[in-house]
T-cell receptor, first 114, second 115 residues
């Protein structure tokens, strides 16, 4: 049972345009959501997160939106750059206590073209 | 910056061998995690530890065990390696003290091949 779903395995966007990566979840106990970026042969790097008490969080070119009623979050990258080409994983956690376990989506490969 | 170091980037072992994957973090984090990453399946949690000598099963613990004798080190053990354990293994750590939301920080991974 996939509790965190990234339904688009890949996405191609032109440099300078907006990239929108989507993520859906089914577990209503999730209240903390993260995006990680992964280059080949490297570990995932934390990008941005959002708590369920917010509906938007922004950090430079990266913005995460959370729609709790739809159980949907999205990552916007604007403007997209070639260095953004990577696999992006959405993750969710049900609590803020010790050892908060993360449940990951299957990832979306973003290709930013010149 | 948090540094999570995995002892090997690439490892090749034979079926039936006992395999040890080591992970060390330098931020005095309480929580440590082992994942495997497979194409189309994302990252799946094998085991985690919320403190020294504590461990809990994740979603796919079968065929694995762990050891956390010191706070900075978390070892993953494949008791008798099999070909279906060929994968990328990722270690992560996270502070457990704060009850505010904190991300996990990952090492660069160990690509393990079982022949």
């Amino acid at each position: 049972d996939q509790q965190v779903k990234q339904n688009s395995p890949s996405l191609s966007v032109q440099e300078g345009r907006i990239s929108i990566l989507n993520c859906d979840y089914t577990n209503s106990m999730f209240d903390y959501f993260l995006w990680y970026k992964k280059y080949p042969a490297e570990g995932p790097t934390f990008l941005i997160s959002i708590s369920s008490i917010k509906d938007k969080n922004e950090d430079g070119r990266f913005t995460v939106f959370l729609n709790k009623s739809a159980k949907h979050l999205s990552l916007h990258i604007v403007p997209s750059q070639p260095g953004d080409s990577a696999v992006y994983f959405c993750a969710a956690s049900p609590n803020t206590g010790t050892a908060s376990k993360l449940t990951f989506g299957t990832g979306t490969r973003l290709q930013v073209t010149l | 910056d948090v540094k999570v170091t995995q002892s090997s980037r690439y490892l090749v072992k034979r079926t039936g061998e006992k395999v040890f994957l080591e992970c060390v973090q330098d931020m005095d984090h309480e929580n440590m995690f082992w994942y495997r990453q497979d194409p189309g399946l994302g990252l799946r949690l094998i085991y985690f530890s919320y403190d020294v000598k504590m461990k809990e099963k994740g979603d796919i613990p079968e065929g694995y065990s762990v050891s956390r004798e010191k706070k900075e080190r978390f070892s993953l053990i494949l008791e008798s390696a099999s070909t279906n354990q060929t994968s990328m293994y990722l270690c992560a750590s996270r502070t457990g003290f704060s009850y505010s939301n904190q991300p996990q920080h990952f090492g660069d991974g160990t690509r393990l091949s079982i022949l």
